[in-house]
C-alpha cells in the first residue's frame, strides 16, 4: 500500500500578516538505476473570482484572476482536504496518507487510509500521545511503555504493506 506524506508549512503566527497554508505530496516515485525517485508534488486549487480579488488586495497587486491556479490556502483542513482529494484521483483509495511524515519507526498523523487500517492506525496513535505528546522527557521516562507502541505500530505499517 502506497505511503503518501501531506508536508503542510505555513508562516502564519510566526509572520507578520501571514496566514496562508502550502502543502506539497512526498511519496516513492517510478524505480531508478540508483533506487526510488522522491516524488513531490505541490498541492494546488483554481481560485474564483472572490478569492482573486481578495488576492489582489493582500497583495497589494492585480495580478491575480478567477481561473489562476494557486498553492496558497487559508484553512489548513482545506488544504488536507484537497491534498487527499488529489492523491486519491491520482492513486486510487488504497493509500495511506500522513501529515509531514514519509516515514517513521513511530506512529504518526495518518489523515486517510482505508477505513479498518486508519482504526487501527488511529487507535496506536493515541496510545502514543496520550503518554508521549512530543516530550522528549515524557520518553525516557516512558520507554517501556513507548517502545511495546512503537512495535505495534511498525507491524501493523508490515501487515499491510504500507511504504
Not at 511524515?101 to 495518518?110: D, G, I, L, R
Request: aromatic residues 10%; negative net charge.
Amino acid at each position: 500500500m502506497k505511503l503518501i506524506a501531506l508536508e503542510i508549512t505555513t508562516w502564519a503566527g510566526m509572520s507578520i500578516g501571514a496566514e496562508h497554508y502550502y502543502g506539497r505530496l512526498k511519496f516513492d516515485g517510478e524505480p531508478k538505476d540508483n533506487g526510488l525517485t522522491m516524488r513531490n508534488i505541490e498541492v494546488t486549487k483554481v481560485i474564483d473570482g472572490a478569492e482573486a480579488t481578495i488576492l489582489n488586495i493582500k497583495d497589494r497587486c492585480e495580478s491575480y484572476e478567477a481561473g489562476d491556479t494557486v498553492g496558497r490556502f487559508n484553512r489548513e483542513v482545506e488544504l488536507i482536504e484537497l491534498g487527499i482529494k488529489q492523491v486519491i484521483e491520482a492513486h486510487g483509495k488504497d493509500i495511506v496518507v500522513r501529515l509531514n511524515c514519509y516515514t517513521s519507526a513511530q506512529p504518526e498523523h495518518t489523515v486517510y487510509a482505508p477505513e479498518n487500517i486508519l482504526e487501527e492506525l488511529n487507535k496506536i496513535e493515541i496510545e502514543w500521545f496520550e503518554i508521549w505528546d512530543n516530550d522528549w522527557d515524557a520518553w525516557e521516562n516512558s520507554e517501556d511503555e513507548l517502545d511495546p507502541i512503537c512495535d505495534e505500530w511498525r507491524e501493523v505499517n508490515k501487515k499491510y504493506n504500507i511504504k
